[in-house]
Nanobody, 116 residues
Framework: QVQLVESGGGSVQPGGSLRLSCAAS????????MGWYRQAPGKQRELVAA??????NYADSVKGRFSISIDNAKNTINLQMNSLKPEDTAVYYC???????????WGQGTQVTVSS
């Protein structure tokens, strides 16, 4: 019923920047919460950044480097990633909880690789 499509991933050198976008198939006003997660090889999926009615929160490992933003006109959830580190290498997933029943939806993921 709801599609989330990530884009903007790629390969960069340490210290570089990437901007990820998540295009939603419905108005973001329908979302109770939205955010970005990532999963590195051999690790569990973890929260990167989230926007809820209570505010915005970030993983400690990305605070000061990553920033989540919402473009209501384009129905997109963006993640600006600066000062990238090798440990940021992961598949990044867009996530949303959709009104009225808080169903959870995930995008297909986009690969981010940070290496020299």
């Amino acid at each position: 019923q709801v599609q989330l499509v990530e884009s903007g991933g790629g390969s960069v050198q340490p210290g570089g920047s990437l901007r990820l976008s998540c295009a939603a198939s419905l108005s973001i006003s329908s979302f109770n919460a939205m955010g970005w997660y990532r999963q590195a090889p051999g690790k569990q999926r973890e929260l990167v950044a989230a926007r809820t009615s209570g505010g915005t929160n970030y993983a400690d490992s990305v605070k000061g480097r990553f920033s989540i933003s919402i473009d209501n006109a384009k129905n997109t959830i963006n993640l600006q990633m600066n000062s990238l580190k090798p440990e940021d290498t992961a598949v990044y997933y867009c996530n949303a909880l959709v009104r009225p029943r808080n169903y959870t939806y995930w995008g297909q993921g986009t690969q981010v690789t940070v290496s020299s």
